[in-house]
């Protein structure tokens, strides 16, 4: 079971670090985790009055993965909050594919938070 207020308290000390301005960046997958905290996020903003933007990162790695990016999109259509899916596809085919994958997400999730005034993103 989640403990809500803990998360609600790990989302406060993300925005203390980050200062008062501008919106909280969340970078959903659209797996279980990511989708929960996409849920307890928009229950805390709604809360606080503060803003959220989200960003997926399609690796295109996957079959699924478009498809997840765009479920991710749904719901923060339902939900009334900003999202944009990120593509990248530039694994050479070289070296370890999940340490490059990862290093491209942190690269395109830390443009993106700039591009949109995020200071933290959970």
Do not use: Y
Request: with cysteine.
């Amino acid at each position: 079971m989640i403990d809500r207020e803990a998360v609600f308290r790990r989302l406060e000390e993300g925005l203390a670090f980050a200062g008062d301005s501008g919106p909280l960046g969340l970078a959903v997958s659209g797996g279980s985790d990511s989708t929960a905290l996409l849920a307890l996020a928009h229950d805390w903003a709604a809360e606080t009055g503060r803003s959220l933007a989200v960003v997926t990162v399609d690796h295109g790695l996957r079959a699924e993965s478009a498809a997840e990016a765009r479920a991710v999109a749904a719901r923060c259509a339902g939900l009334g909050l900003s999202h944009e899916t990120l593509h990248w596809g530039g694994w050479d085919g070289r070296g370890n594919l999940q340490a490059a994958a990862r290093a491209a997400r942190k690269a395109l999730i830390g443009q993106w938070a700039r591009r949109h005034g995020v200071r933290a993103v959970a």
